[in-house]
């Protein structure tokens, strides 16, 4: 049994000689021109022999170069030319073209023409096979003859290469900045740098609804000069790649991110329990009764999402108002709600504004007309609340008194405060019989009467109900003068 230091000097040939071949193939050729120097196969002690890596697998529209050592005993010892041929298994190497030859006199197969080549020297002992746009149908195994003049002529077929071409799984590289700014013009780069370039060039295409541009080419890439606008924000852009050799086509997608300030902002309106909102325009007035519930929505478009905040023209917001980002809910309304709104929106890039003019409206009420009478006279109250504020009016008889008056007859004062007019009317004469004394409050909305009937008599003052102008219940007083005042 042969030592262990015996084995290891059998084996040391072989183990660098693949060592080789695997550097060799790494790098897309045989790492040294000595690779396939007969010294190797005589330190083997082997005589006609052809060594290469198999099985070989490659995908399609690739290339592969398979590297190759062949020996033969008279291959130096013999003249004239050495010719090199590659056939599929079961070729009738007499009358079968060749997948690749050196010999220029015999004629290659149709469909491994320019792509089948024996780049190795078989002069040389090499027979490395290099194959371009492989195509799945060049699945298969294949075998080796080498000849010279006619002492060497043999067919390798205890040798054969094993090939396996698998569907293209590859896809282009397709480099992009994380971050787009409109204005700012980049460059994508669309590579495919798993190809080789000894094959058919592919042809790139791009697609794309964002303002584009091609740069500049080479064999396995291609530059797009893209100008990203807002709108282009979450849009695709793809790059393919076709293999005309093969024909087939590897694709990469990719989705746009492009930073741009708030815009478009927009305030939508819910009252009450209304479902669906209405769009409101910038600096909008917006009118709601008092007591009501409203719900404005503010949005807008922008990346990075903007923060939403809402602000009351020389007030604070009251945090309860909030109810999630970008939604203001105001609960029964007061008049004191009244005012101008302000969303604002705000990202690193920018910010954007809109407002909403709110008006509480109240509805029109009407206290009074009430009167007394005193040794000095007629003395009458009337107050009425609303908003917009309304304006009080007297009707005596067939006169109108309005606003603040005074002489030797009459003294009519008025004031307001807020959603509150307050009027008094004094009568220092003497009144006729069955007189109307009439309180008026009107607004742009409503308006409303009260009216007091002075009759002459000493009964009991009583009241009733009478329908009044605009619709409304008019209070109708019926006034006794005192027996004093009707002797007066």
């Known amino acids: 049994m042969p030592s262990v230091s015996v084995m290891w000097q059998s084996l040391l040939p072989a183990l660098l000689w693949a060592a080789e071949w695997v550097q060799g ?36 529209g690739l290339c592969v170069l398979i590297p190759c050592c062949v020996f033969h005993s008279n291959l130096h010892s013999s003249n004239g030319s050495v010719f090199g041929y590659w056939f599929r298994e079961g070729a009738d190497i007499y009358h079968d073209s060749p997948v690749a030859t050196n010999n220029p006199d015999r004629k290659v197969q149709n469909e491994t023409l320019g792509r089948f080549h024996l780049t190795g020297d078989p002069q040389k002992n090499s027979c490395s096979l290099d194959i371009r746009d492989a195509r799945q149908m060049d699945t298969g195994t294949y075998f080796f003859r080498l000849e010279r003049g006619s002492s060497v002529k043999h067919s390798y077929t205890m040798d054969q290469l094993s090939l396996h071409v698998t569907a293209l799984t590859y896809s282009p590289e397709l480099h992009i900045p994380e971050i787009l700014e409109p204005g700012h013009p980049i460059r994508l780069n669309c ?20 303002l584009t541009s091609l740069g500049s080419r080479t064999t396995l890439s291609s530059v797009l000069i893209l100008s990203p606008r807002p709108q282009d924000h979450g849009t695709n852009v793809t790059c393919q790649v076709n293999f005309p050799g093969v024909d087939v086509t590897v ?28 769009a409101l325009s910038n600096g909008s007035s917006l009118h709601i009764q008092e007591g009501e519930s409203l719900r404005l929505v503010c949005v807008t478009d922008s990346n990075p999402p903007a923060t939403l905040n809402w602000i009351r023209e020389n007030l604070t917001l009251r945090p309860s108002h ?14 004191e709600d009244s005012g101008i709104y302000i969303c604002q929106a705000q990202n690193p890039l920018g910010a954007q504004t809109a407002f909403v003019n709110l008006t509480v409206q109240s509805p029109l009420q009407l206290l009074g007309p009430s009167c007394s009478w005193s040794a000095e006279g007629l003395h ?6 609303a908003w917009p504020p309304p304006s009080l009016s007297w009707q005596l008889g067939e006169a109108l008194l309005e606003g603040t008056s005074s002489n030797a007859t009459i003294r009519l004062n008025s004031s307001s ?42 009964s009991a003052s009583r ?23 009707s002797s007066a």
């Open 25 to 60: 193939n790494r790098n897309g050729r045989l790492s040294k021109a000595e690779s396939c120097s007969p010294k190797k196969f005589q330190s083997l002690n082997q005589q006609n022999k052809l060594d290469l890596w198999t099985p070989m697998e490659v995908q399609e």
């Open 417 to 458: 405060a807020g959603p509150w007019v307050n009027s008094s009317l004094s009568l220092f004469r003497n009144l006729s019989s069955s007189l109307y004394v009439i309180c008026g409050a009107r607004n742009i909305h409503r308006a409303q009467k009260g009216t007091v009937l002075l009759l002459p008599g000493n």
């Open 251 to 278: 694709e990469r997608t990719i989705q746009l991110s492009v930073s741009y300030a708030p815009q478009n902002l927009m305030i939508s309106v819910f009252q009450g329990n209304d479902t669906e909102s209405s």
């Open 191 to 210: 590579s495919v740098p798993w190809a080789c370039e000894r094959g058919t060039p592919p042809i790139f295409s791009w697609i794309s609804a964002a």
């Open 380 to 385: 009458c109250n009337c107050s009425s609340r």
């Open 463 to 485: 009241k009733a109900m009478v329908q009044g102008v605009v619709g409304e219940l008019v209070p109708w007083s019926c006034l006794l003068p005192s027996s004093a005042s």
């Open 322 to 335: 909030f109810s999630n980002h970008g939604v203001l809910e105001l609960c029964q309304v007061e008049l």
